[in-house]
Structure formats: structure tokens, C-alpha cells
């Protein structure tokens, strides 16, 4: 049966302060402490990779916790409930930091965030795709979650806008603003979260269920091609959204104009996801995804070629690549949970929490990958980011924000080409666990 709309807008409402932290974290913050606290960019860049490597080691903890917590206590809610505060505090300290903060506050309340988003994120994804069995419908539950996701990105673009702090260049004002509209809407999604969302999660574990898991990746099988392929392209989307405003200041030379790029780039993603999701149902998801990352990858090739006076085609890219992200946050979440079900039948387990927490390292090792390749790059090429740089350094970041994107998701494209868990192949998945638990069903 059809997930209630009740459901969904209160299990989606969950993304949206997620969604304005992690969009400060990837734009506002590397950008704000490199140009505003007197951090370099490769100091900038070696504590948030820091951040990045110590809070993917978290991942699979809270995953194999969140799978060993007992139902009765809510085996997901729990965490989310627990996690969500500690992102208010730690939003708070960032967003706001002292007037001379240095590498080490930095690294401390990056480190305390990145863990308190793992607490709240890994159990939540578990959850969605515990939401329905269905292959289409797990379409519809990361639809509504990437749909209130770009929502409160936007919410974080738009709300500093509206008070005054358009400007790329006046992130201090833009990180204040953020500070409170998250503080503001985690206390309606916490509520939403003890109320509306019901938690009747199935877990089947072995004894060592993280060792167990990563076993997995060892041999080839469609949870490596998809992790691998997820990677790839997550790198790919990190990079322009990292540089995205040194490009917009130093390469089109409109940084007023940041605010309102950003805005269209977001309200087309938004706007496409009903889009994909219905492209899923015609096409199947693995075609819909190689679509949109073949599109996307001729929108970026023209990047590195434009300069001041080129506004309307950089909109025309931003519009594109934007209608392309659509496909990114809604179709591989919908392929990962069906993957949930292909573990089942092969190996008897059944832990959506240890598999998320997997796709949740991945996530972020891409976010941090993009930093570390990208900033140190451009200390090489002589970049700058509040200064006056010659047009060799302006070059290294066009290309840098155009072409290696291009690279990258023409691999991921390939990595899923012949993807094997189809519609098809899914539903005789289903058919086949339903006749297995027929007699019984033993869940922990």
C-alpha cells in the first residue's frame, strides 16, 4: 500500500535543517575560514579532510548500533532523537565562531557536527528504506527527503538574501542567519520525528555484522558497483559546489550575483525531482541516473571557457546541472535500499543500518576528497581567496571547477553501465523473500 502523505512530509521534514548545515558546510564554511579568519586554503583544507577521515569511521559504528538497538526503544527514532540537538549546538559554534578562531576550534566543531550528523543521518536513511518494500515506492520516500532537503537549502540561501546578506563576500552574515534557521527548524522536525514517523524496523544480524558487511565489497557485486559508481560522481558534485564561489567571484566576476545563481541551480533541482521520480518508473533508475550525468557532463564542459560577460550561459549551466542534481539526491538512495533486499536474499541478513552507514562514508569521503584535491591545487596555480590573482590562477579554477567533473562522472557513467538490479530483477527479489519468510519471520 501507498506510504501515507502524512508520513512522508514528516520523515522529509527531517532534511531540512540537515540540509542547510551540510550546504553551509560544503559552501559557506570553507570559503568563510579561508578568507575571513586568515586560515590558508590548504590549512582550511587539511582540517576539514581531518574532520572528514576521523567522522567516517563513525559511520559504520552508528550503523551497526542503530541495527543492534533494541525495537522496543525505537531503533531508529532513538538516534535521530538523540542527534539532533547536538547538530544545534554545534551549528551554533561554527556558524558563529569567536572574532580569531583558529585550525583547532575549526577542526574541534567540524569533528562534533560531522558525529552528530551521523547520529541523526545514518538511522534516517535506514528508516526510509524501511518505510516500503516496494520499488517504486522507496522512489517516493528519497523523493520527499531530497525534496525537503533542497527546500532547506534554499531556505539557507534565501533567508540571508532576504536579510541583506546577498553577497558572496559577506559570509559572516549569511553563516548567522543559518545558525538560527537551523536551531529554528530542528525543534519542529524533533517533534515530528516522536510523532508521525512509525519505527517497525526488520533486522536479521550476524555476529559480526561491520566485518561481515565490508565483505561485501571484496568481490564484485552490484553493492560495489553502485558504492563505487556513487563515489565517483559524489566527488563530482563536490567540487563545483565547493568552488562555486571563487568561480562565480573570480571567473564570471559577479559576486553579487552568487546568491541568486544559487537559488536557481536549487529551485531546478527541486523542481526535477518529481521529474526523476517519474522518469524512474518509465525508464527504470540506473537509465534515468546515466541520463542525467550525461547531461550534466556536457552542461560543465563548457565551464572552463567562460569568463566575465558570459552570465546567461553560466545560468543556462547552472539550470542544467541543477535539473541533473535532482537525479543524484533522489535515484542512487532508491537504488541503494533496493540493494538491501539483494543482501537478504543472498546472505539471510537483513541491516539497513550498516548498509547506510557504508553509502554514508562514501558521501562524505567524496565531500572531503573534493576539498583536498581542489584547494591545494589551487595554492599550486598561486590562487587567492580575498586577494588579486593573476589569470593563470583563474584559469587553474575554471578548469578545476569544470573539467574534472566531467572526468569523473563519465567514469561513474561507465562504472553502471549493465547494472544488473533492474525493476524486474527487484520484484523477483521480493517474490522470493516473501517465500522464504512465509512460514516465519525472526527478527532481533
Known amino acids: ?43 582550511v583544507a587539511a582540517v576539514l579532510l581531518i574532520a572528514r577521515l576521523c567522522d567516517m569511521a563513525t559511520d559504520p559504528v552508528v550503523g551497526y548500533l542503530s541495527d543492534r538497538t533494541p525495537a522496543s526503544l525505537g531503533r531508529r527514532r532513538i538516534w535521530v532523537v538523540m542527534g539532533l540537538p547536538l ?96 536551531l529554528a527548524t530542528l525543534g519542529m522536525a524533533f517533534i515530528l520525528t516522536c510523532v508521525h514517523i512509525p519505527d517497525r524496523s526488520n533486522v536479521r544480524l550476524p555476529d559480526a555484522s561491520i566485518r561481515a558487511c565490508f565483505a561485501i565489497l571484496r568481490g564484485p557485486s552490484p553493492v560495489r558497483r553502485l558504492l563505487a559508481a556513487f563515489l565517483v560522481n559524489g566527488v563530482a558534485g563536490a567540487i563545483p559546489a565547493t568552488l562555486f564561489l571563487f568561480y562565480v567571484t573570480h571567473v564570471i566576476g559577479r559576486p553579487g550575483w552568487a546568491a541568486l545563481l544559487m537559488v536557481c541551480y536549487f529551485a531546478a533541482a527541486a523542481i526535477s525531482v518529481p521529474l ?16 542525467a550525468m550525461v547531461v550534466a557532463s556536457l552542461a560543465f564542459a563548457c565551464a572552463p571557457f567562460l569568463g566575465p560577460g558570459d552570465e546567461a550561459v553560466f545560468l543556462a549551466i547552472v539550470l542544467l546541472t541543477g535539473l541533473t542534481a535532482g537525479a543524484d539526491l533522489v535515484l542512487p538512495a532508491a537504488l541503494q535500499a533496493d540493494l538491501i533486499d539483494w ?33 591545494p591545487l589551487l595554492d599550486l596555480f598561486g590562487f587567492t581567496a580575498d586577494g588579486h590573482n593573476t589569470p593563470t ?24 553501465r549493465g547494472y544488473p538490479i533492474t525493476a524486474f530483477e527487484h520484484h523477483r527479489i521480493r517474490r522470493s523473500l516473501d517465500m522464504r519468510s512465509a512460514p516465519a519471520t525472526a527478527t532481533v
Open 276 to 291: 526523476w521520480v517519474r522518469a524512474s518508473r518509465l525508464w527504470g533508475k540506473c537509465a534515468s541516473w546515466r541520463f
Open 393 to 416: 590562477a583563474v584559469s587553474a579554477l575554471a578548469w578545476l571547477y569544470g573539467f574534472l567533473p566531467v572526468v569523473l562522472k563519465l567514469a561513474a557513467l561507465a562504472m553502471m
Open 1 to 43: 500500500m501507498p506510504i501515507p502523505t502524512r508520513t512522508l512530509l514528516s520523515y522529509g521534514a527531517l532534511a531540512f535543517p540537515l540540509a542547510v548545515c551540510l550546504f553551509c558546510l560544503q559552501v559557506f564554511v570553507p570559503t568563510f575560514y579561508a578568507a575571513g579568519t586568515g586560515l590558508s586554503l590548504s590549512t
Open 87 to 182: 547538530v544545534g549546538v554545534a551549528a551554533w559554534a561554527l556558524f558563529l565562531p569567536p572574532a580569531d578562531p583558529g585550525a583547532g576550534y575549526l577542526l574541534f566543531w567540524t569533528t562534533v557536527i560531522y558525529l552528530a550528523g551521523t547520529m541523526v543521518v545514518v538511522p534516517m536513511n535506514a528508516w526510509g528504506a524501511e518505510l516500503s518494500p516496494h520499488y517504486q515506492e522507496r522512489s517516493r520516500v528519497t523523493g520527499y527527503r531530497a525534496l525537503f532537503g533542497l527546500f532547506g537549502t534554499l531556505a539557507a540561501l534565501l533567508v540571508p538574501a532576504t536579510l541583506g546578506h546577498a553577497d558572496a563576500r559577506d559570509l559572516d552574515g549569511a553563516l548567522a542567519a543559518n545558525a538560527v534557521l537551523v
Open 343 to 375: 543482501d537478504d536474499l543472498k546472505s539471510g541478513f537483513r541491516r539497513a543500518g550498516i548498509f547506510y552507514a557504508v553509502w554514508g562514508s562514501a558521501t562524505k569521503l567524496s565531500f572531503a576528497l573534493a576539498i583536498a584535491v581542489t584547494f
